[in-house]
């Protein structure tokens, strides 16, 4: 069995969406990712930092159509990662402002994460990860992730 190389990171998803406008909006407006290109009225990709693209949508398959359904095969979620609680804080304040519906939020040891969709249920989750020094582990020392509430009100207090 080969491994993948250590160096090796997940670049950018692209994902079906129903209403393309919609979508960009979303991205651009509640994510705060940037417009990079589009291709008329069927695709465009959005990043952040001047990168090609972190996210791909596109109606080829899928303009006008329902939502996936939830209990079936597909993406979970997609997930953003910020450098620190700060800039998780001011992301999930973002979310707030744009009145998205918050789905659950999990302090997993390694990582503080929250969830929610966007308007084609894709699943989203942004977080930060601890540093590595910080992770829970066993007595073997391999990793031993929780599932514990996270405190929502406290991570906003990094605001002020």
């Not at 080829?60 to 993406?75: E, T």
């Not at 829970?136 to 996270?150: F, K, S, T, Y």
Request: glycine share 8%; hydrophobic share 40%; charged share 20%.
């Amino acid at each position: 069995m080969t491994k993948a190389h250590p160096g090796m990171t997940i670049g950018h998803v692209h994902l079906k969406v129903s209403d393309l406008y919609r979508s960009i909006a979303f991205y651009r407006d509640v994510m705060g990712l940037d417009v990079t290109q589009k291709y008329g009225d069927q695709a465009a990709f959005l990043s952040a930092g001047g990168y090609h693209h972190h996210i791909g949508l596109n109606t080829w398959f899928s303009k006008d159509g329902p939502p996936a359904p939830q209990r079936s095969a597909g993406l979970f979620h997609v997930a953003f990662l910020y450098p620190d609680r700060a800039a998780l804080a001011q992301a999930f304040k973002s979310v707030l402002d744009a009145a998205v519906e918050i789905e659950g939020a999990a302090d997993h040891g390694v990582s503080e994460a929250i969830y929610f969709s966007d308007p084609d249920g894709n699943g989203i989750e942004i977080y930060r990860d601890r540093p590595e020094a910080e992770w829970p582990r066993d007595a073997q020392g391999r990793l031993d992730m929780v599932n514990a509430p996270l405190d929502l009100d406290a991570l906003l207090r990094e605001l002020t």
